[in-house]
């Protein structure tokens, strides 16, 4: 696995688990700490998470499908990228915004770990 690749992989493990820290965490936090509910419902901020998931595992995504035996992630992937996105930019799904962000956060980083792994048991080439 090259440096490129562990980072990628790595950010976007990162990335996901913050997304998830936020729609799980911040409502608790909240309702303790009334300045936190800003962040809570601001739509800006699912937007913003989901803006720098798209590059980095959108390019994780391409690079993987080309690859031979990156079919599997890049589906995993993509699915949990679509839902980060409707969850998002959808109006109509707002409703079920919250379990389609945790859904895709948890498909997107689960597929960045399984690939990380994958690339750090197998052998180099």
């Known amino acids: 696995m090259t440096a490129r690749t562990a980072a990628i992989d790595a950010s976007a493990v990162t990335l996901s688990g913050l997304c998830l820290i936020h729609c799980m965490a911040l409502p608790l936090i909240a309702a303790f700490l009334p300045v936190a509910g800003v962040f809570a419902d601001a739509e800006w901020v699912h937007k913003a998470f989901v803006a720098a998931a798209l590059p980095l595992s959108g390019f994780a995504i391409v690079r993987s499908w080309k690859s031979?035996?990156?079919?599997?992630?890049?589906?995993?992937?993509?699915?949990?990228?679509?839902?980060?996105?409707?969850?998002?930019?959808?109006?109509?799904?707002?409703?079920?915004?919250?379990?389609?962000?945790?859904?895709?956060?948890?498909?997107?980083?689960?597929?960045?770990?399984?690939?990380?792994?994958?690339?750090?048991?197998?052998?180099?080439?």
Request: charged share 10%.
């Open 68 to 125: 031979r035996g990156g079919t599997g992630f890049a589906l995993l992937a993509a699915f949990g990228l679509t839902l980060l996105v409707s969850a998002a930019f959808a109006p109509a799904l707002h409703d079920l915004e919250t379990p389609l962000t945790v859904t895709g956060a948890l498909l997107l980083g689960s597929a960045h770990v399984w690939r990380w792994n994958r690339h750090t048991s197998s052998p180099p080439q």
